[in-house]
């Protein structure tokens, strides 16, 4: 009984964890656009038609009315040229339009990336106001801007907005800079109570297990996301430091380090989180607008990079990300880095590998007497297993010492995997000859098939004491599935787990070779 729940937890942890882990990846890991902005672009659409402005509370509320429509798009008032993105402003004073100019970002038909989606109508720095009649008009009465081109050079470049309301003027002073990032200045000379955001997340690479939704860092530095569908209306966070709204690659966001902000989030369609910072009066607030890529987001400041989402195990994910960028610093080459980094992770768990392989192979010499035992007291459970327990003690092994080793070394595996699924560095990085990018799958299916050959081989050499032959069947065929899956996983992805193949091999043959050898000594006294 004992053996084969060693041998059933050994099949669960190789097929019931990896498999169930891989091989959904077909409908959770292809991106695919999200069915939730399309409904939402198709009721504001019809919502449009009704020439009503944005509904907001009339009252000195905390929370902001949905449905949100306008009554018409905004013209383009301003803009904005950097190296690495232009954007436009429209004449509600909102972002209406960023597109990346990187060749990286550049799609297959040609077009720039554009991480706002203007049919959403939900644009960056739109306001609402808690005064309904200041609300309507401010939906109505366009801005005017200072220049309508800015030019941003390494100083940045700069822009100021102008609104007159009823009873109320408003000015918004815009910094922007090259990374991205900008500053706002907020001032009224009637102060009034209102709502900004920094617009619905980007919509360009969304998929089914990635996180897109928004992502909140509050006073106490506790990240909160809320993924789309989640949304449960009305949740505040006060003096929060960042508001983002995120896919997997891509980000917009408001954000305040020093004075804290305070935020609303509201369910939009099918519960996808809008954020709104809640302001009265005056506000100094900075934003950022792109890719979600380490680097540039530590250099506007370190507690950004907090917007890289990498689920439960972003204690393990970061510092991996790290020595994998440290990594790459000393190679210049993602994919050697993914090599070197893989090489360092399996010799740190080396000695949980080990002992979980020297339990595999004292199990293997004793599948003979185990044997034995189980046709001797075939039939009376009590007995079998006080006489194996009693065989095991004696020979020092134990039944789940092959598994224990791998359930600890779970969570880095899985960070591991979060860290390569998330890495926009990874986007358009070549590897060699063949591998042009490593953040989409091999082109000649080269990788996918030297880790099934690789699992292949490593499965051959690794000791095994199967008593049943359907479970015996499962392994032989997991290789050919794994490969299958493959197929369609990310090149860095499918790279990592080939290096990591390669070195089990390396450390079964000589955990194998000294126990052949311990054998030899025994044979030969």
């Not at 369910?267 to 005056?282: N, S, T, V």
Request: proline residues 5%; glycine residues 6%; aromatic residues 12%.
């Amino acid at each position: 009984m004992i053996d084969k729940l060693s041998n059933q937890s050994r099949i669960i942890i190789a097929t019931a964890l990896s498999f169930a882990f891989f091989a959904t990846y077909d409908y959770f890991f292809i991106p695919k656009k999200d069915p939730a902005p399309q409904a939402l672009s198709q009721e504001i659409s019809q919502q449009a038609t009704t020439q009503k402005a944005p509904v907001v509370s009339n009252t000195q509320e905390t929370s902001v009315k949905t449905p949100i429509t306008v009554t018409k798009e905004g013209e383009t008032l301003v803009r904005v040229i950097a190296d690495k993105y232009e954007l436009t402003i429209d004449s509600f004073g909102r972002i209406n339009s960023f597109y990346l100019k990187e060749s990286k970002y550049i799609m297959e038909n040609g077009e720039r990336m554009q991480l706002i989606d203007q049919e959403l109508a939900v644009f960056p720095l739109e306001m609402r106001f808690s005064d309904s009649i200041v609300n309507e008009q401010a939906f109505k009465i366009p801005y005017t801007a200072s220049v309508n081109s800015v030019s941003v050079g390494e100083q940045g470049g700069s822009v100021v907005l102008k609104q007159a309301l009823n009873g109320v003027n408003i000015t918004k002073m815009l910094t922007f800079y090259p990374a991205g990032n900008y500053n706002l200045a907020v001032t009224f000379d009637n102060p009034k109570s209102y709502f900004i955001t920094p617009g619905i997340r980007p919509n360009q690479a969304v998929d089914s297990y990635t996180f897109h939704g928004a992502l909140i860092k509050e006073a106490d530095d506790t990240h909160t996301p809320i993924d789309d569908g989640d949304a449960k209306g009305s949740e505040k966070f006060i003096d929060a430091k960042i508001a983002a709204g995120a896919d997997k690659y891509y980000t917009t966001a408001l954000y305040s380090f020093d004075k804290g902000i305070d935020i609303v989030v509201e369910p939009i369609k099918d519960k996808m989180p809008l954020l709104f910072i809640k302001a009265e009066g005056d506000l100094s607030i900075s934003g950022y607008i792109g890719a979600k890529e380490y680097k540039t987001l530590f250099q506007i400041d370190p507690q950004l990079t907090d917007i890289i989402e990498y689920g439960f195990f972003t204690f393990i994910s970061k510092p991996l990300f790290l020595l994998l960028s440290y990594l790459h610093s000393l190679f210049g080459n993602w994919g050697w880095a993914i090599v070197v980094m893989t090489m360092i992770i399996r010799l740190v768990l080396f000695p949980l590998t080990y002992k979980g392989m020297v339990s595999m192979n004292k199990l293997k010499e004793l599948s003979p007497k185990i044997k034995e035992l189980q046709v001797k007291y075939k039939g009376d459970s009590q007995k079998l297993n006080a006489h194996m327990m009693e065989l095991y003690k004696k020979h020092g092994a134990n039944p789940m010492g092959g598994c224990l080793p791998i359930i600890l070394q779970i969570p880095v595996f899985f960070a591991i995997y979060r860290v390569l699924q998330n890495a926009i560095e990874l986007k358009a990085a070549p590897w060699i000859l063949w591998v042009h990018d490593l953040a989409i799958m091999d082109p000649y299916f080269i990788l996918p098939v030297a880790m099934g050959i690789t699992m292949f081989v490593h499965q051959r050499i690794t000791p095994t004491n199967f008593t049943d032959p359907m479970q015996e069947k499962i392994m032989k065929f997991l290789p050919l599935i794994f490969t299958f899956f493959f197929v369609t996983f990310p090149a860095g992805l499918t790279l990592y787990w080939f290096t990591n193949n390669l070195f089990s091999i390396a450390q079964q043959y000589y955990v194998n070779s000294l126990f052949a050898k311990e054998k030899e000594k025994k044979a030969v006294v």
